[in-house]
DNA sequence: CAAATCGTTTCATAATACGAAACGTTGTTT
DNA sequence: AAACAACGTTTCGTATTATGAAACGATTTG
C-alpha cells in the first residue's frame, strides 16, 4: 500500500466501508460473510464490529446477525446541511402524495447526482419506494433534469463533462446535444418529464423550487407507474405539484 | 490505559467520539476546539476528521469549519430498526399536528429512555422542537410515562432499580411510590399528561399505540406551551389524537 | 455422531497511530 | 507596517496498536 496525500488513518477508513456495504446489499450480516464482502480478514472485521457495536452504531438483531445500530439514526439525524430543506418540504410533500396518490420526492443536485432529501409515498400498494438520502442519476430523472435544467451554463457545461450519459432504457438520453435541447424545452415549460428515461414503467413529472432570487434550491417529483400516469392528467398534476411548491418557496425565501 | 474485556479498535471509537460531540453542542467546530473539547491531540483529531473528510462523514462548510457530512445523513436513513414504526406514523402525525397546532412526537422506549422516531412540529412560532433520532427521560415526560404505564410489571421494576427519579421541576415525581401509583391512573385513564414535570411552561397528553395483541409498540405525545394547553381542551384532543393512533394501529398490527 | 460453520479468542509480529515541534497563512493588534 | 496570535496542516522518530493464522467452543447440518 503506497504512501496517500495525507495519511488517512485506515482504521476509521475500514469502519466505514463496513457500514458502507449496508447501503449496497442487505441490511444483516455475520462476520464471516461481511468480512468476505468487505474484503477484510474475519478477525479485522470482527474487532471492528465489536468496536462499532460498543458504540451503538452496529447491534446486533434477535438472530445475533449485526445491524446498522440507533446510534447511526440519531448521527444521521443530526447533520445540519440541507436541514431546514428536508424540514420545509415535509408536510406539503405529504399533501401532493395524498392528493395525487403517487410517491413524491424532494431533492437537489449533489456531486452531480440527485440527492433525495425527503419523500412521501403513494398510499397505493404498487408504489415507487426510494430511500431518503439515496442519490440517483440526474440526467435521467425528471428531477435531475428540472435541477439541471435551472442551473448555471457553467454548471450545465460541468455535469456534461463530468458525467457519462449511460442507458438505462431505450428512452434514455444518451447525447450531450440532446440532453441540452431536453433541459432548454424544461426551462421553457417549467417541468421536466421522465418517460421511462431510467426504467421502464416508471414516469415521472418535476418541478423546480425557487428562492426569491429566482435561484433554483431543490425540486420536486411525482412517480408513478405507467399505467397509472396518463397524460391528461398530467396539467392537474401540475397544479397541484405547484400548490406545494410555493408552499415550500415561501419558507426557504432566504435559502441559498 | 488498561487491558479492555475485549481490544477494540481505538482509532474508530476516537472517531466516533469526535461525531459525538456534534451531538452534544453546537454543529460547526474547528480542529482546535474539537480537539479540547474531545480531550484529544490535535493532530490526531485533525488526522480523523481529514480521514472522516474523506468518507463524506465529514464536510466543511463555508467557513472551513467542520460540520457532519451527508453519508451520515445517509447512513442513518438506512438504520432498520424501527423503520416501518418510523414511516407508518408519519402522515397520522402531521394530520393531528396541523388539526392541534401544536408539536406532536412519536416514540418508543429505548434503554429506559424515550427515543423519538418521528414528530411533525406546530405550525405556530412558539412551538416545542425536539430532534428525531434523539433521547429523553422518561419518567417526567407524558409520552415516557405512557410507554412505561403499559409496559410489563418486569419492565416498570426494572425501570425503577436502574434510573434514579431526579427533580426536572417541582413538579416532577421523584419517588418511586408516586411514579407507580401515576402509572396506573394512567392505564385506567388511558392517556398520560405530563403538567411541567419535565420543563416549566410545558405541558404534555400522550397516549399508547398498540398492535394487535394489545401489546404497547410505540406511543404519541401533543406538547405545547402551558398558556396554550388548556384543560377544556383535553377531550377534543384526545379524540384527535386517537384517531391518529388508530390509523397506525391498524398499519403495524403486527409489529411486536 | 462426525463434519461443517458460526462467532470469538490468542499471540507474536508487522504496521501504523501518535504527539511535539515546526510550517505557512490569515486576521488582528500595536 | 511590523509584530503577534491563532488557525489548519505537515514532518518524523518512536511507541502503541492493529493484524491474521490458528485454535477454540458452541451450534447446526448431513
Redesign the pocket.
Known amino acids: ?1 503506497s504512501r496517500k ?8 477508513i ?1 469502519a466505514f466501508k463496513l457500514l458502507d456495504v449496508y447501503l449496497n446489499d442487505k441490511q444483516e ?7 468476505k464482502k468487505a474484503g ?11 468496536t462499532l457495536e460498543s458504540l451503538d452504531i452496529i447491534q ?1 438483531n434477535d438472530d ?3 445491524i446498522l445500530g440507533l446510534k447511526l439514526f440519531e448521527l444521521g439525524n443530526s447533520v445540519s446541511v440541507h436541514k431546514s430543506l428536508r424540514h420545509y418540504a415535509r408536510e406539503p410533500l405529504e399533501l401532493i402524495a395524498k392528493d395525487i396518490t403517487e410517491t413524491v420526492h424532494f431533492g437537489v443536485l449533489s456531486n452531480n447526482r440527485v440527492l433525495y432529501l425527503n419523500k412521501a409515498e403513494s398510499p397505493l400498494g404498487l408504489k415507487v419506494s426510494t430511500q431518503i438520502g439515496s442519490y440517483q442519476k440526474a440526467y435521467c430523472t425528471a428531477i435531475g433534469k428540472v435541477l439541471l435544467a435551472f442551473s448555471s451554463e457553467e454548471q450545465i457545461s460541468e455535469y456534461l463533462k463530468q458525467v457519462k450519459l449511460e442507458a438505462c432504457t431505450l428512452n434514455t438520453i444518451t447525447g450531450s446535444g440532446a440532453l441540452l435541447e431536453e433541459l432548454g424545452s424544461i426551462r421553457e415549460k417549467g417541468y421536466a418529464l421522465d418517460m421511462e428515461e431510467l426504467e421502464l414503467g416508471l414516469i415521472c413529472i418535476a418541478i423546480p423550487v425557487f428562492n426569491k432570487n429566482k435561484k433554483i434550491v431543490a425540486a420536486i417529483s411525482v412517480s408513478g407507474p405507467s399505467s397509472r400516469f396518463k397524460f391528461e392528467n398530467i396539467q392537474s398534476y401540475l397544479a397541484i405539484i405547484r400548490k406545494g411548491a410555493q408552499k415550500i418557496e415561501k419558507r426557504v425565501r432566504d435559502y441559498s
Chains 1, 2 share one sequence.
Open positions: 500500500m496525500n495525507k495519511d488517512l488513518n485506515l482504521s476509521v475500514k450480516w455475520g462476520v464471516r460473510e461481511l468480512a477484510y480478514n474475519k478477525t479485522t472485521t470482527y474487532r471492528l464490529l465489536s446486533k445475533d446477525k449485526y
